[in-house]
């Protein structure tokens, strides 16, 4: 649906820009309809979040499918990460870890520690994330590439406290994580300290201990 409103938009445009005004009026029909459409998705998808809040309030997180996630790109970024943090969880769990949520991005493994986990898609090479500046025992990064692989980068405890006040804020106070991929080298851009290799914490499951 973004796409088609996206295109519908450009339609609109250029049709302005001629002074085309029966295209105008035409696509924005479609919009129109594009719009309705999406907004009975939100409504569906916030529909099936309550129920699975009130179904599944006392469960464990379910193990997604995550080709099915990756194939399906229809799904809100928002919902998308959602899913790809349960799917995360599930794989934990075969390793012998509890993952609970909190709240929001907020977690706690094996029942102590608080743990955040962000969740991004691949921009040019590039993953923007974010979480609240909280006291953290350490955070986990799952960048998404443009070829559905996920990647997951779970810091130390020692290497979050290095960086985590050296990092930039947004509006809302939340730190910023930069990523970026060039060469064999996953980076994360630090303001003030320059860009640290992340590669050593690609599927580093021991720093969960």
Same mark, same amino acid.
């Given at each position: 649906?973004?796409?088609?409103?996206n295109?519908?938009?450009?339609? /609109?445009e250029?049709?302005?820009?001629?002074?085309?005004?029966? #295209?105008?009026?035409?696509?924005?029909? !479609?919009?129109?309809?594009?719009? $309705?459409?999406?907004?009975?998705? $939100?409504?569906?998808?916030?529909?099936?979040?309550?129920?699975?809040?009130?179904? &599944?309030? $006392?469960?464990?997180?379910?193990?997604?499918? *995550?080709?099915? *996630?990756?194939?399906?790109?229809?799904? #809100?970024?928002?919902?998308?990460?959602?899913?790809?943090?349960?799917?995360?969880?599930?794989?934990?769990?075969?390793?012998?870890?509890?993952?609970?949520? !909190?709240?929001?991005?907020?977690?706690? +493994?094996?029942?102590? $520690?608080? *743990? &955040? +986990?962000?969740?991004?898609?691949?921009?040019?090479n590039?993953?923007?994330? &974010?979480? %609240? #500046?909280?006291?953290?025992?350490? /955070? +986990?990064?799952?960048?998404?590439?443009?070829?559905?692989? *996920?990647?997951?980068? /779970?810091?130390?405890g020692?290497?979050?406290?290095? /960086?985590?006040?050296?990092?930039?804020?947004?509006?809302?106070?939340?730190?910023?994580?930069?990523? #970026?991929?060039?060469?064999?080298?996953?980076?994360?851009?630090? %303001?003030?300290? &320059?860009?640290?290799? +992340?590669?050593?914490?690609?599927?580093?499951?021991?720093?969960?201990?």
């Amino acid at each position: 649906m973004t796409k088609l409103k996206n295109v519908t938009l450009k339609k /609109i445009e250029d049709a302005a820009k001629i002074r085309n005004t029966a #295209s105008v009026v035409s696509n924005g029909r !479609v919009l129109e309809e594009v719009e $309705n459409l999406e907004n009975k998705f $939100n409504q569906l998808v916030a529909s099936l979040e309550m129920l699975e809040k009130t179904a &599944g309030k $006392n469960l464990k997180f379910t193990r997604f499918d *995550i080709s099915t *996630i990756q194939q399906n790109r229809k799904i #809100s970024h928002k919902k998308r990460g959602e899913l790809i943090r349960s799917s995360f969880i599930g794989e934990t769990q075969k390793l012998g870890f509890s993952i609970s949520k !909190v709240k929001g991005v907020r977690y706690k +493994i094996n029942n102590n $520690n608080l *743990i &955040g +986990i962000a969740y991004s898609s691949e921009r040019l090479n590039r993953w923007f994330l &974010g979480l %609240p #500046s909280e006291n953290f025992y350490t /955070i +986990i990064l799952l960048c998404e590439r443009t070829d559905g692989k *996920i990647l997951n980068f /779970i810091f130390s405890g020692d290497f979050f406290q290095k /960086i985590k006040n050296h990092l930039s804020t947004d509006e809302h106070g939340q730190l910023k994580y930069n990523i #970026s991929f060039k060469n064999t080298d996953y980076q994360l851009i630090v %303001p003030q300290m &320059g860009n640290e290799n +992340i590669n050593m914490f690609l599927d580093n499951f021991d720093n969960l201990k």
